[in-house]
């Protein structure tokens, strides 16, 4: 029987040699993950499962990440329960401030996932390690207590989506924009239940910062989880990591499909997405009337090395536009020495940038630039619902680092292809 | 077991940041996280709501965050049940672990207006629409998500040896 990438991890996971969309079943997982807001829910929940101990204390992290640096008593609260928790637990991956990034650019700059994983988190970005050929997906978090409990978790196994990538992308043209440019094609719901799985000759030119940008936007489709082949780049960046030995699916030849897309890479505009949803895309060059009064660059979706290494070139000896204020917000410690050493937080702090130590902080409304009533909003992170940075009439514009970085510029949304043209010249 | 009350009406795609706002997730008390509920989109929601009353809104409903918060601030907030064509999966697997019962159906998320009164009959799947005198049926769970909900949540199913 043929199956998909997504179906062969799933049936592995679960001890088949066979699974079908829709079919039920319960499977190990490799990895649990949950973070500071999440886990306390699961730990409230956890007596409940009645076990004495997690059942394996080096396959559980726990990522004081989204209201960190504690924002207020209340956030100190969540983190030290869950710092509490770890230390009773004997939890080996716990990452405290200092130490931690943002999750899902944290676990696998930290080797913690590999290729033919199954991974769970109490976070719906977690689908984001799909890019290392994984299968993984955001849960809730007595579904996170229930997996720290028995190792084990159910699932309903997904059909799949095709994407077929050729070519390579445009100049600034990067991964955010692939995947805001689906999103917009298929909707919020496009893909719900469903595995997006990407393939083609275009995937080659892909790289992993790119892939981990677009498997993480796979919610926003509504998917279970987004995939990637593994090929010499996956593997090249599974083994610099120091992760453990890969297991390679791959999808058969004649594995059914719900639907196949094919993308020319070249055909991909600089997208961004209007408010309040993700799927109302437009060209970023019909931004020129939106005038903003900031602009975020980070998260899991977007503060990877080369996402600050665009938004540096792009703004290299210049300033930021007078009314806009502008958040750079490197994913991990490991990227903010990185861009330290490489100049692009001197580039930041030059132009009138203001550089933040790792959080998921303004891309939920938590903390670290929050907007007031009536303010926009160019940010690099993944949803643009009613509220979700601030006041309930703030507005997020969801684009890429170097439609960020140019709009930070100019004032208004810009399209970065055409304003480094207008600069050459 | 029956569930009876008055419809608040909602469309489609009602993300997780509506039902509750990152802002009041400081929190995992579900008496704190109901005075917050729908409240950005719907500021009267926390005040007018009663114990036994329904959520019947559109497609997709509880897309965005893992956030277990939305589900446990609406069942705090004494809804019954919420009917929707379609859910996100997370809030589908997080309604159905903490035991929030939710129902598919197109058609009942179509006819139903806001303020109806409904009434659901959830060993049937039929839902009674009272003020219209209507009846709707909703897509039956699978036999393992229906032995998980009687056994009335993720944490009892596991304890009884459902994972083995």
């Known amino acids: ?425 | 077991m029956k569930a009876k009350g008055k419809v608040f009406k909602y469309g489609d795609n009602i993300d997780t940041d509506v039902i509750i706002a990152a802002r009041y997730l400081d929190s995992n008390d579900p008496d704190e996280l109901k005075k917050h509920c729908m409240a950005e989109i719907d500021p009267d929601f926390p005040d007018k709501v009663q114990k036994g009353d329904l959520i019947v809104a559109g497609d997709n409903f509880g897309c965005g965050s893992s956030r277990e918060h939305a589900p446990i601030a609406i069942k705090a907030s004494g809804i019954s049940v919420v009917i929707a064509p379609s859910f996100a999966r997370i809030f589908y697997r997080n309604a159905i672990n903490i035991g929030l019962p939710i129902l598919e159906c197109r058609e009942a998320s179509e006819k139903i207006n806001a303020g109806d009164e409904v009434e659901v009959d959830f060993d049937t799947g039929v839902i009674r629409n009272m003020s219209k005198k209507e009846e709707y049926n909703a897509m039956p769970f699978p036999p393992f998500i229906q032995e998980l909900m009687k056994k009335g949540g993720l944490a009892e199913f596991v304890k009884a040896g459902g994972f083995n």
């Open chain 1, 1 to 425: 029987m043929k199956m998909t990438m997504t179906e062969k991890i799933l049936a592995h996971a679960a001890g088949k040699d066979f699974v079908k969309p829709g079919e039920l079943i319960m499977a190990d997982v490799s990895l649990v993950l949950g973070n500071d807001i999440t886990s306390f829910v699961a730990i409230r929940e956890w007596p409940k499962f009645g076990k004495e101990k997690v059942f394996d204390k080096d396959r559980i992290v726990l990522t004081p990440d989204h209201f960190t640096p504690n924002k207020d008593i209340k956030a100190a609260i969540q983190c030290k329960c869950m710092r509490e928790f770890a230390k009773k637990e004997g939890i080996t991956n716990y990452f405290e401030v200092g130490r931690v990034g943002i999750e899902h650019a944290l676990l696998p700059e930290k080797g913690l996932v590999t290729a033919g994983d199954v991974v769970v988190g109490a976070d719906s970005h977690t689908c984001t390690y799909g890019a290392l050929g994984a299968f993984s997906t955001g849960i809730g978090s007595t579904d996170m207590a229930a997996a720290m409990a028995t190792g084990k978790l159910w699932f309903k196994v997904p059909s799949s989506i095709k994407f077929i990538l050729h070519g390579k992308f445009r100049p600034y043209v990067s991964g955010k924009d692939l995947i805001l440019y689906i999103i917009g094609k298929i909707g919020v719901d496009g893909a719900l239940y469903k595995a997006m799985e990407y393939t083609g000759d275009g995937v080659s030119s892909l790289s992993m910062d790119d892939r981990f940008t677009i498997a993480n936007m796979a919610i926003e489709a509504g998917a279970k989880n987004g995939i990637f082949p593994v090929d010499e780049k996956t593997l090249d960046y599974i083994e610099k990591h120091g992760a453990k030995e890969p297991v390679v699916y791959t999808s058969d030849e004649g594995a059914v499909y719900d639907e196949v897309y094919e993308i020319n890479l070249e055909d991909v505009p600089s997208i961004v997405a209007y408010p309040h949803i993700p799927e109302n895309t437009h060209d970023a060059k019909e931004g020129k009337d939106i005038k903003i009064d900031q602009v975020v660059i980070g998260s899991c979706t977007n503060g990877r090395i080369s996402d600050l290494e665009i938004a540096a070139k792009v703004m290299e000896g210049k300033t930021v536009h007078p009314d806009v204020r502008v958040i750079v917000i490197p994913a991990t410690q490991k990227i903010y020495k990185e861009a330290m050493e490489r100049g692009y937080l001197s580039t930041f702090i030059d132009a009138g940038c203001v550089v933040s130590t790792p959080t998921c902080g303004p891309c939920l409304g938590g903390h670290m630039g929050i907007l007031a009533k009536g303010e926009r909003c160019v940010s690099t992170t993944n949803r643009n619902f009613i509220g979700r940075m601030g006041d309930k009439e703030s507005e997020v514009y969801l684009a890429s680092p170097a439609t960020a970085a140019a709009s930070a510029i100019t004032g208004y949304i810009t399209d970065p292809g055409t304003f480094m043209e207008g600069e050459k010249r």
